[in-house]
């Protein structure tokens, strides 16, 4: 299989632990994206990646989550101090990217997922 | 900012019935627009996209959306639908300058044999 993928799709793990989660992109994707999605909604952004440099976080990744990308392949994100509010499904996403500035923005945002981790903290 | 409304959370319809469900986004700019499929148990895959040009899209599996600038929407239409077409669908849109896609609540759809 030549898709993202992501290990483990399935934690356990109680409240106050630390937990860290893998996506291994499409190999020539640039882009890389993490989401957080909760039952009965869609996909919430958390962070991007373009290459090792991470680009962008939202206001929804708290103190507690890190993430890194560090030879611009695979990402870990990690969570401290777990909580049961950060049960959900955890989704990564790769794209790539031109990095040919005449190229728009157009070109560059077609996102394939990887089908996620399941968190459950209790 | 960029935001997405899926009006339909839940439909359920007869195979061979037609299919419509809404999407609005909400942004200032040039937008690209997609339409990704979640069938049970699967990964989140891409239906279609509209980038520029002709604002009707035909995807994979008989789907088709209109992009209609004027209302800020980008409908899913598929003529007949069939039990294989049971999964969550989700509106998504991304606007110049910004990188990361910004997803609908999604639409359950169940087609009943």
């Known amino acids: 299989d030549t898709g993202v993928s992501q290990d483990p799709r399935h934690k356990i793990t109680k409240r106050g632990q630390n937990v860290t989660f893998r996506c291994d992109p499409i190999s020539e994707h640039n882009r890389l994206y993490w989401y957080r999605q909760t039952l009965g909604q869609g996909p919430e952004f958390l962070t991007y990646f373009q290459n090792e440099a991470q680009l962008e976080k939202s206001r929804l990744l708290s103190d507690r989550f890190s993430a890194e990308r560090p030879k611009g392949s695979f990402s870990t994100l990690e969570i401290q101090r777990t909580e049961q509010g950060d049960s959900a499904m955890y989704l990564c996403?790769?794209?790539?990217?031109?990095?040919?500035?005449?190229?728009?923005?157009?070109?560059?945002?077609?996102?394939?997922f990887g089908q996620g981790t399941r968190l459950t903290v209790v | 900012a960029q935001s997405v409304s899926q009006h339909n959370h839940h439909v359920i319809l007869s195979e061979a019935a037609s299919l419509e469900l809404g999407c609005n986004y909400s942004?200032?700019?040039?937008?690209?627009l997609f339409w990704y499929v979640q069938y049970p148990g699967q990964h989140l895959q891409l239906l279609l996209k509209?980038?520029?040009?002709?604002?009707l899209v035909k995807g994979i599996k008989g789907f088709e959306a209109e992009f209609i600038k004027s209302k800020f929407s980008f409908n899913l239409r598929k003529p007949s639908v069939q039990w294989s077409d049971t999964a969550e669908y989700f509106c998504a849109v991304v606007g110049t300058g910004r990188r990361a896609l910004t997803f609908g609540s999604g639409t359950r759809l169940q087609v009943q044999p």
């Open positions: 942004y200032g700019g040039t937008v690209n």
């Open positions: 509209y980038f520029s040009g002709d604002p």
């Open positions: 996403a790769s794209s790539l990217a031109s990095s040919d500035p005449r190229l728009t923005f157009r070109a560059n945002t077609e996102a394939f």
